[in-house]
Structures are given as structure tokens and as C-alpha cells.
């Protein structure tokens, strides 16, 4: 099982394409931890929680919280973090992209 996450640069307009190509089971436990932990966060709290797992799961040095941030739409943004957890965890059968 591989995981996927695009990024369009907002500086560039060019798409970046992270990949894991190995998920260890470790990873699909933490973010099954996350999932239980997350319920006892708040908003941003969560919103924290979830980007420093993906920045941590991609172990790229291009990809930094700040990047995400950076980059990542408003209106979509939370619900790309939530489809990388999703695709950790084997849950749905998201491209990377946001959009099921």
C-alpha cells in the first residue's frame, strides 16, 4: 500500500507529487491513534495533530508544515490531511488529490 499527496505550489503553479511507496503497520497504528486522540481536541488542536503526521509520515524535506500551509486550499485543505490518514489507515480509495 503506497500513499499519495499533490501540492500545487502556489509560487511555481507546479504540482508536487509526494509519495510513500511503504506504509509500516507502525504508521497505520499512529494514525488509528490519532483518530482516538482527536477526539478529545480542539479544532486546531486536531488541525496540528494531523499536519504534523503527514509532514512525518512523507519524511521530504520539501514538505514542511509550512508548506502545507502554504499551499494547500482553504476550502479543501483539512479534508486533503484527512484523505492521507484515510489511505494510511486503508480507508477509502483516495488519489491524494481530495477528491474520492
Known amino acids: 500500500m503506497g500513499v499519495r499527496l499533490e501540492i500545487t505550489d502556489q509560487e511555481t503553479g507546479k504540482t508536487q507529487v509526494?509519495?510513500?511507496?511503504?506504509?509500516?503497520?507502525?504508521?497505520?497504528?499512529?494514525?488509528?491513534?490519532?483518530q482516538v486522540d482527536i477526539q478529545e481536541m480542539n479544532e486546531l488542536e486536531t488541525f496540528d495533530a494531523m499536519l504534523d503526521f503527514v509532514v512525518d509520515l512523507f519524511e521530504d524535506k520539501d514538505l514542511t508544515p509550512d508548506y502545507i500551509l502554504d499551499n494547500l486550499p482553504a476550502e479543501s485543505g483539512v479534508n486533503i490531511l484527512t484523505d492521507v490518514l484515510e489511505q494510511v489507515m486503508g480507508v477509502g480509495k483516495d488519489d491524494g488529490t481530495g477528491k474520492k
Open 18 to 34: 509526494f509519495k510513500k511507496d511503504f506504509v509500516s503497520f507502525r504508521k497505520t497504528r499512529e494514525a488509528m491513534k490519532l
